[in-house]
Nanobody, 115 residues
Framework: QAHLVESGGGSVQSGGSLRLSCAAS????????MGWYRQAPGKERESVASISSDGSTNYGDSVKGRFTISTDNTKNTVYLQMNSLKPEDTAVYYC?????????WGQGTQVTVSS
């Protein structure tokens, strides 16, 4: 089973930027969909961004125009570039891989945006 490790979280002021990384174990980076989700305290986990194996991307309405998802297949890594961060972006961010209908989750990384 794939093992996903997120990194890049931290604390930033409103308007700042962070780049999250999610490294997948294995010698070959195969997936149907890679995605980033987030969960704020007291709220349900929500989809932030996803990228399919054909390169097509989708974004949640609240992050469109500010976040960008990308992959580096040579490094088995998916990234989430987050710009113009807002306090409401504060959450634990999780990386997810969907492959042959099996979903794998990372352990999560905290992002805190202060006003």
């Amino acid at each position: 089973q794939a093992h996903l490790v997120e990194s890049g979280g931290g604390s930033v002021q409103s308007g700042g930027s962070l780049r999250l990384s999610c490294a997948a174990s294995g010698s070959i980076f195969r997936f149907d969909v890679m995605g980033w989700y987030r969960q704020a305290p007291g709220k349900e986990r929500e989809s932030v961004a996803s990228i399919s194996s054909d390169g097509s991307t989708n974004y949640g309405d609240s992050v469109k125009g500010r976040f960008t998802i990308s992959t580096d297949n040579t490094k088995n890594t998916v990234y989430l570039q987050m710009n113009s961060l807002k306090p409401e972006d504060t959450a634990v961010y999780y990386c997810s891989k969907l492959y042959f209908r099996i979903r794998t989750w990372g352990q999560g990384t905290q992002v805190t945006v202060s006003s």
